[in-house]
């Protein structure tokens, strides 16, 4: 059986510096992973070959056994959602709008559907801001702009959904809620690979975790068996430098 996504000797360099070394997977969907690592060990860097954003130097990623460079913008666009870390704030729309974008890919022309209208609506309810759907975005807070960005992706229904630091901005409750819908969407048929420095969270909704540590790729395993004992902590530590909670708490703190 084919995987969805299958990535083969993925390298990078930046002038000087190596950023990915030899990066090798495949994922399928149904899967939520999350990719996790200290500051400057790739994620963002391979979040974004994964996306069809920038080319490697060595080696090919597959989707659907089909080169990612084959396939056109809008081939991507259908297949293929993407939220990076930093996006522009101020943009001149409403949020509805906003949200509706994520279906232009399966648009007819630059007009929407019923279906589309309907798909956007879905998705701004499961991330709650289906209530300031009329309010301009720009006007939003950091928390409620981001929810809006989520449900954009999600109003994408692809097959492939890509996110840098989904949690960003959000208060303790919307983190719950935004790992907790990606969960759902990948218990839906799709592959969700998020960026997050939360251990708690990642452990807690996804299905398997990736460690990116000096554009190696450290550790793949699934979370159901990150038995959360001293030897396990005493590995992970040093690739995700984490501090321990109190004693008697099993759960571990990104620092």
């Not at 692809?158 to 809620?177: C, G, I, K, N, W």
Request: glycine content about 6%.
């Amino acid at each position: 059986m084919s995987s969805l996504l299958s990535v083969s000797n993925v390298s990078l360099e930046y002038p000087g510096r190596p950023v990915l070394d030899s990066i090798t997977l495949s994922a399928e969907g149904g899967e939520f992973i999350v990719l996790m690592g200290v500051n400057g060990a790739g994620k963002t860097t391979l979040l974004d070959i994964l996306a069809g954003l920038r080319a490697p130097d060595a080696g090919e990623v597959l989707l659907r056994e089909r080169p990612l460079r084959a396939w056109t913008v809008r081939e991507r666009s259908r297949r293929i959602s993407h939220l990076p870390q930093a996006t522009h704030q101020d943009l001149p729309f409403a949020v509805e709008q906003m949200v509706l974008m994520g279906r232009y890919a399966h648009a007819d022309r630059w007009f929407e559907s019923d279906e589309d209208r309907s798909y956007a609506e879905d998705a701004m309810r499961r991330m709650d801001c289906l209530q300031f759907r009329e309010r301009p975005f720009s006007s939003l807070s950091g928390g409620e702009k981001q929810r809006v960005l989520l449900a954009a992706c999600i109003a994408q229904c692809p097959e492939l959904m890509l996110f840098d630091e989904p949690a960003t901005y959000l208060d303790v409750h919307q983190q719950l809620q935004c790992f907790t819908t990606l969960a759902e969407l990948a218990r839906e048929g799709a592959l969700c690979i998020a960026i997050t420095h939360d251990l708690n969270l990642a452990l807690t909704h996804c299905t398997r975790v990736l460690i990116l540590h000096q554009g190696k790729l450290a550790a793949d395993f699934a979370s159901s068996e990150a038995a959360m004992t001293s030897e396990w902590l005493n590995w992970l530590s040093p690739h995700l430098r984490m501090t321990h909670t109190p004693e008697g708490n099993p759960w571990v703190l990104y620092r």
